[in-house]
């Protein structure tokens, strides 16, 4: 079974610029989360999609970040206009109907200079 | 939505030794998670547990629920340079998103 897929693996960018993220869960998972985890830190929600339905997003940024998920499978999440605070790791996730165990992709390493 | 407290927040041990984290929290879990996660990688789920006094074991990993089900341990036993990376916990209770403490860094040296 294929895992999670998150692209790319590493972006740099200058701050006040754009960038998106891309997150392919596994087949058949109806939920996905997105999570920001900065150096030294535990992961922290931004936004979860059950299909293709926002659940929570009370922690997302939404002044510079949004997130969709169209169809219910793969979703994007873009920064606009990155700040130097937004330098994270980005995880993506998903689990199963009915399920809270969480299948991590290997994250997108944002620095933002 | 509760705050969960890992400690220690580093750890460094040498090969062979054991070693215990905790996570705790103010308020009851409704079920606890562990996770793993490795440089570079994302978490990876070692274990759920759900209920009061529980005690799981995968291989040399350890894990127990208190009896409240406020706190949680990790005991590995007989270290290993593999076993190096973030442990962290999770709240995964009912209607809420996973919740994840800061972590313990380990570091296990050979």
């Known amino acids: 079974e294929a895992g999670v897929a998150q692209s790319p693996r590493y972006k740099i960018i200058e701050k006040r610029q754009s960038v998106a993220f891309w997150c392919n869960p596994i087949?058949?998972?109806?939920?996905l989360y997105w999570y920001q985890q900065i150096l030294g830190q535990g992961p922290k929600l931004l936004i979860q999609?059950?299909?293709?339905?926002?659940?929570?997003d009370s922690q997302l940024p939404k002044d510079r970040f949004s997130a969709e998920r169209l169809k219910g499978v793969d979703s994007t999440l873009k920064i606009q206009p990155a700040k130097l605070e937004d330098s994270a790791v980005y995880l993506c996730?998903?689990?199963?109907?009915?399920?809270?165990?969480?299948?991590f992709g290997q994250g997108t390493r944002l620095t933002v200079v | 939505t509760q705050l969960l407290e890992q400690s220690p927040q580093f750890l460094s041990i040498q090969e062979g030794e054991n070693l215990t984290v905790y996570c705790n929290s103010s308020?009851?879990?409704?079920?606890l998670q562990w996770y793993r996660q490795e440089p570079g990688e994302g978490p990876v789920l070692l274990v759920t547990v759900v209920t009061g006094g529980e005690v799981k074991k995968l291989k040399r990993l350890t894990f127990q629920f208190g009896d409240a089900r406020k706190d949680s341990s990790l005991h590995i036993t007989a270290a290993q340079p593999g076993d190096t990376g973030l442990y962290l916990c999770a709240d995964s209770s009912g209607n809420t998103p996973l919740v994840f403490g800061k972590g313990t860094r380990l570091s296990v040296i050979a």
């Open positions: 999609f059950q299909n293709n339905g926002v659940v929570d």
């Open positions: 996730a998903s689990s199963p109907q009915g399920s809270f165990e969480a299948f």
């Open positions: 087949s058949g998972h109806a939920t």
């Open positions: 308020s009851v879990f409704s079920s």
